[in-house]
């Protein structure tokens, strides 16, 4: 199912889908350049279940058919979803792209009945934690710490209530 033209927009994807490999490779890259050999692991950790609907998603961002950025969110309890692979590709980074993702992600995950969205990003990713302070998450560590003494910074945020797009209209 894709959202938008082949060519550009938002595509939902499995994990299978050749689209998806730069992201791969680029988060691997990423968390292996960041956090040392053993941070690859990160990748493998969920199955690709996790990131099926109804429960999960993974979208990528399309420009001229090419993957530019995306993401994902799983179940994390009943209520929460649970960010996970935020890629922006390497060279169409500072543009807002990865904004976007994220916008979508909750756009999504609202329609899909989640109230709160949940996420943690890595404490040698200063980016992403600007990011997500930005866009209005709240920060469930001290942000004055240095983030190396923390670990893993987790971030919440409330997803509004969607309303549907056509209400019935009452009989008198």
Not at 62 to 72: K, M, N, Q, S, W
Not at 107 to 128: D, K, M, N, S, V
Not at 133 to 138: F, P, R, V
Request: net charge neutral; proline share 10%.
């Amino acid at each position: 199912m894709s959202t938008g033209s082949p060519a550009g927009g938002f595509r939902r994807v499995t994990l299978a889908d050749p689209l998806v490999e730069p992201l791969l490779r680029e988060l691997t890259h990423e968390y292996v350049s960041r956090y040392g050999p053993g941070a690859h692991q990160e990748m493998a950790r969920y199955p690709a279940e996790a990131f099926a609907e109804p429960h999960g998603v993974l979208l990528l961002l399309l420009e001229d058919g090419e993957p530019v950025a995306g993401g994902a969110y799983m179940r994390h309890d009943a209520h929460t979803a649970e960010v996970k692979r935020m890629w922006t590709h390497s060279a169409h980074r500072r543009r807002g792209l990865a904004r976007r993702v994220l916008a979508e992600l909750e756009r999504t995950a609202a329609a899909a009945g989640y109230h709160r969205i949940f996420l943690t990003t890595g404490p040698r990713q200063p980016e992403a934690k600007g990011l997500y302070l930005s866009a209005g998450y709240t920060p469930l560590f001290d942000v004055t710490a240095d983030p190396l003494t923390i670990g893993p910074l987790p971030f919440e945020k409330p997803l509004p209530a969607l309303v549907p797009l056509h209400r019935p209209v009452p009989l008198h």
